[in-house]
């Protein structure tokens, strides 16, 4: 049996912010990109605190995984006609802006945002699963 989802729940008073720790990915996306509001050496990791819920929203839209939404909040796709392709330090390769991608079964999918392992270790593979946070790549 597989176990129950965490979703840890973090509000100012006008957002909650949302994060599933098993969804993320170890982008570092959001450490890097509001560093006042998500720090891992601090408990609770996020302060909400720490930026304006303007800002919050921005940086949530960027997480690769959606390890972190807002609650109530449905992101519309990004209707962007150019790809952005990120090398993550030690992680992921991050494309965002449309990639199709084709499997070995010859079907397609489209996604918005996807990062694809480096590592080679992921349960997900090839898509990246946070695995390669364990060890340095
Ligand atoms: S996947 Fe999302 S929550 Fe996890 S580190 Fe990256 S931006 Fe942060
Ligand atoms: S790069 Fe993330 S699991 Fe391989």
């Given at each position: ?56 929203v921005k940086?949530?839209k960027d997480?690769p995984?959606k ?6 909040v449905k992101f519309k796709e990004v209707d962007n006609s150019s790809t952005e392709v ?8 991050i494309i965002r802006g449309g990639a199709t ?8 999918v489209h996604h918005e945002t996807v ?23």
């Amino acid at each position: 049996m597989s176990e129950p989802a965490i979703v840890k729940e973090y509000s100012n008073d006008e957002i909650t912010v949302l994060w599933k720790p098993q969804q993320c990915i170890h982008s570092g996306i959001c450490l890097r990109g509001l560093p006042q509001v998500f720090d891992l050496k601090r408990k609770p990791w996020v302060d909400i605190k720490g930026a304006s819920s303007e800002e919050i929203v921005k940086l949530v839209k960027d997480c690769p995984s959606k390890a972190l939404s807002i609650k109530g909040v449905k992101f519309k796709e990004v209707d962007n006609s150019s790809t952005e392709v990120n090398l993550i330090p030690h992680g992921p390769l991050i494309i965002r802006g449309g990639a199709t991608v084709k499997d070995r079964k010859d079907e397609t999918v489209h996604h918005e945002t996807v990062s694809f392992c480096r590592c080679g270790r992921s349960g997900k593979y090839p898509y990246c699963d946070g695995t390669h946070a364990q060890k340095k790549i």
